[in-house]
């Protein structure tokens, strides 16, 4: 990418602020509608909002690290911008469609860009049935919750949840529970990004349960359908010596 449009955007910190006020002033920019590159200033979480900020637009994101973990950012230097971002490397995600039915019968839907997970609302564990390509593969699951990753979320809470690590490059999805009770001894699966995976929730008045995609949460749900959105692309940008592949690595053998 020759001399592209670059737009900067911060999280709320006051760190963050005098990044962007840093970089605004030594670099020429634009305003976000008009980008050709969004480089967003802030964590991993903030990269998530900017994902889901800009999916719309298509417009390839250059993170810089302001946060407290920042897998999906790239190192913060004021130099050399403008050649880091036309050098960068580009890895493209899908985001997942979640298309939940209530029990007052609405049909809810959402984007998720890290996972949809599925969560208890009371003291009482859930009771799931999961069915993959309309073969059900767990007639009931009991546990607090289940959820389903991308790559992009797999370091987020399905990491917390004893997932697995993704690369961003792996065409797949983690299946990871949450503190399952019942089969004890299950501890998920890795689906082809292809799956429409379908979570039924069985006893749903004595057993409620909510649905989250990333921010958006519906409460009392009877049944969630879930799937990569392949008509949606998210492209993140990362400098040639990220090496992203390697921070997995890491990432996996850290105590």
């Known amino acids: 990418?020759?001399?592209?449009?670059?737009?900067f955007v911060a999280t709320d910190t006051t760190q963050a602020k005098k990044a962007r006020a840093a970089f605004q002033s030594r670099y020429e920019h634009v305003s976000s509608?008009?980008?050709?590159?969004?480089?967003?200033?802030?964590?991993d979480g903030f990269m998530l909002e900017t994902l889901h900020r800009f999916m719309k637009r298509g417009v390839p994101i250059f993170g810089l690290n302001q946060g407290?973990?920042?897998?999906?950012?790239n190192e913060i230097s004021e130099g050399d911008l403008i050649d880091r971002v036309a050098a960068a490397e580009s890895v493209t995600l899908h985001p997942l469609q979640m298309t939940v039915k209530t029990a007052n019968g609405k049909t809810r839907r959402a984007i998720a860009v890290n996972?949809?997970?599925l969560l208890r609302e009371t003291y009482q564990a859930a009771k799931i049935r999961i069915t993959i390509d309309k073969v059900v593969r767990l007639d009931e699951l009991i546990?607090?919750?289940?959820?389903?990753?991308?790559p992009a979320g797999s370091t987020a809470y399905n990491l917390s949840a004893h997932g697995p690590i993704l690369p961003l490059s792996a065409e797949v999805l983690a299946l990871?529970?949450?503190?399952?009770?019942?089969?004890?001894r299950w501890r998920g699966a890795i689906l082809p990004r292809g799956a429409h995976v379908r979570f039924d929730i069985l006893e749903v008045g004595k057993r409620p349960v909510s649905a989250v995609a990333d921010?958006?949460?519906?409460?009392?749900v009877v049944s969630v359908?879930?799937?990569?959105?392949?008509?949606?692309?998210?492209?993140?940008?990362?400098d040639p010596e990220h090496d992203l592949e390697e921070r997995i690595l890491n990432e996996q053998f850290t105590s």
Not at 68 to 73: E, H, Y
Not at 176 to 184: D, E, G, L, N, V
């Open 143 to 150: 546990c607090d919750g289940i959820l389903i990753s991308t």
């Open 68 to 73: 407290s973990v920042g897998f999906l950012m």
């Open 1 to 7: 990418m020759t001399n592209p449009k670059i737009a």
């Open 215 to 220: 921010h958006t949460e519906v409460r009392g």
């Open 176 to 184: 990871t529970p949450i503190s399952a009770f019942r089969p004890r």
């Open 115 to 117: 996972e949809v997970s």
């Open 225 to 238: 359908d879930v799937r990569e959105d392949m008509e949606k692309s998210l492209k993140l940008l990362f």
């Open 33 to 43: 509608t008009k980008a050709d590159v969004i480089v967003a200033i802030g964590g």
